[in-house]
């Protein structure tokens, strides 16, 4: 069965010091790992993806977040936080066995940036 | 181009009452995927339609249900309303190519409250 985990609910940053939220995956086969941000009453806004290749992937807003297949891991991260990166974020994880449409979300981490 | 929207924002119904929810894909996304979310429970998957035709499907019970017709929009139903589908229910739209690692732009959702 494919799962997420997101083993922070909370993260606290302070502006203009580098952030890393945690995700680790299970998933037969290859897995597609996505990140999504959500700001209150809103929808999901999706901010990257690793699907194969270069196991540093860049999104929008200055994220990144790094692939490790031995580990299992996508962290998302960015080198100097802001107080409007202030959300909800979810890790999300696909497979080619997918029929389509599925993500598998993570729980969720609440990053508060202060000033 | 327009982004999904979805209609209505805000419902509040009464236990044992039916409810039906609206969700327009961006122009040219085939592929109509549901979620649920709540604060317990997180992020779930409903269920995903492509062409008219439901390719996947989470664990729900079968009073929910969907539909998706042929200009992509999509209905879900919700049926015999308990409180605990009281939550904010997301649709996203994909090209919804195979292997499913397109990624899924979201509504801004609607707000079920069961009373």
């Known amino acids: 069965a494919q799962s997420v985990a997101q083993p922070e609910d909370q993260v606290n940053v302070a502006e203009g010091n580098p952030l890393t939220v945690k995700c680790t995956y299970s998933v037969s086969g290859n897995p597609y790992l996505f990140w999504y941000v959500q700001y209150p009453n809103r929808g999901l806004q999706f901010l990257l993806k690793?699907?194969?290749?270069?196991?540093l992937v860049k999104g929008s807003y200055g994220f990144e977040a790094e692939f490790n297949k031995s580990q299992t891991s996508f962290h998302l991260k960015k080198p100097s936080a802001l107080v409007s990166d202030s959300a909800l974020y979810f890790c999300?994880?696909?497979?080619?066995?997918?029929?389509?449409?599925?993500?598998?979300f993570g729980q969720g981490t609440e990053l508060s940036v202060k000033p | 181009k327009a982004g999904v929207t979805q209609t209505p924002r805000y419902l509040i119904k009464t236990r044992g009452q039916q409810v039906t929810l609206s969700c327009s894909p961006i122009?040219?996304?085939?592929?109509v995927s549901w979620y649920q979310q709540t604060p317990g429970q997180g992020l779930q998957f409903l269920f995903e339609y492509f062409s008219e035709t439901q390719r996947n499907k989470g664990n729900f019970p079968g009073r929910f249900s969907g539909r998706q017709f042929s200009n992509s929009r999509s209905e879900m139903n919700v049926s015999t309303l308990e409180l605990g589908d009281s939550a904010l229910y997301l649709c996203?739209?994909?090209?919804?190519?195979?292997?499913?690692?397109?990624?899924?732009?979201f509504g801004p959702g609607t707000r079920l409250t069961v009373l």
């Open positions: 122009s040219g996304h085939r592929s």
């Open positions: 996203a739209s994909s090209t919804g190519g195979l292997p499913s690692y397109n990624e899924q732009f």
């Open positions: 999300a994880v696909s497979s080619i066995y997918n029929q389509g449409g599925k993500l598998i």
């Open positions: 690793y699907i194969t290749g270069d196991n």
